[in-house]
């Protein structure tokens, strides 16, 4: 969607939608079946750590495997990805660490999490708390949001000197499936978004002078094929297998499809470093 600008002097705003993912006929696959069940379920030892002093927290990023003891090999439970977790301690033993889990005491791998601010909350980050993990490196700062059905787009608004930057994401798939934030085709729309963002900074908010430039370097539709190559830059998988719990396998495709050449690339990695192409 092309820029449009609102009523009011100096008052403009963008909104640039990713284009509706694609998808093949669905072929019949073997049955994924989620886990499931609470810490409990899985004979974890009690914990003092759960009401003892909490040290520092940390969260995991991706699904982590948690272990009765610093040496034990057997898998006890799997804590979600971007989940927050206590420690009362920050000693590590054989490269994992023990952390309190649903109140119970487990270890993880030190590799596997990533040590947050005191003041994060424990437990899982909200679709939209992830989606803004996962752009955080380029576009931290810029609010997100999320919402069932809904279409993915990035806008920029200014009035004089005051900005204001938003990206809102769907939280489902374009055939009604709910859609993991850490999947490869959600961190595509992610990256396509958040390069949008990253245009905008660029030139300065002046929309239509993004366009044409855009349009010069990257042919008709410029700015949105432009997104797509930063998407690209950033380590997007635009195109690849989406399973559903069902076990159906879908083909998607993020993004508008197009092809990013070397120059186009090299332009792209211009205007993450906030150059213009």
Not at 206 to 218: E, P, Q, W
Not at 223 to 235: F, N, S
Not at 241 to 253: C, Q
Request: net charge positive; hydrophobic share 40%; proline share 3%.
């Amino acid at each position: 969607m092309r820029p449009r600008q609102l009523s009011g002097a100096l008052a403009f705003v963008v909104a640039l939608a990713v284009a509706l993912l694609t998808f093949a006929a669905p072929a019949v696959a073997p049955t994924i079946v989620a886990g499931s069940g609470t810490a409990t379920d899985y004979g974890l030892a009690s914990a003092k750590a759960a009401t003892a002093k909490v040290v520092a927290k940390f969260q995991t990023d991706a699904v982590t495997a948690a272990y009765r003891t610093a040496t034990s090999t057997k898998v006890l439970v799997k804590i979600p990805a971007d989940y927050t977790v206590a420690a009362a301690s920050v000693t590590k033993k054989h490269g994992r660490l023990k952390v309190t889990y649903r109140s119970k005491s487990v270890w993880v791998k030190a590799a596997k999490v990533d040590r947050v601010k005191k003041s994060t909350d424990l437990g899982k980050l909200s679709w939209a708390g992830s989606a803004k993990k996962n752009i955080a490196k380029w576009c931290g700062g810029v609010p997100v949001t999320a919402k069932k059905n809904s279409r993915n787009y990035a806008s920029a608004s200014y009035h004089g000197s005051d900005v204001t930057e938003k990206i809102r994401f769907s939280t489902t798939t374009p055939w009604g499936t709910k859609l993991d934030p850490n999947h490869p085709m959600a961190l595509a729309i992610q990256y396509h978004e958040c390069g949008h963002i990253l245009q905008y900074r660029a030139y300065d908010y002046d929309f239509a002078g993004l366009d044409k430039a855009m349009d010069k370097v990257y042919g008709p539709d410029g700015t949105e094929h432009m997104a797509d190559c930063i998407a690209d830059v950033l380590g997007a998988e635009r195109k690849g297998k989406y399973v559903e719990k069902d076990g159906t396998r879908l083909t998607y495709v993020a993004g508008y499809g197009g092809k990013c050449t070397k120059a186009q690339k090299k332009a792209a990695k211009r205007m993450i470093a906030g150059k213009r192409a």
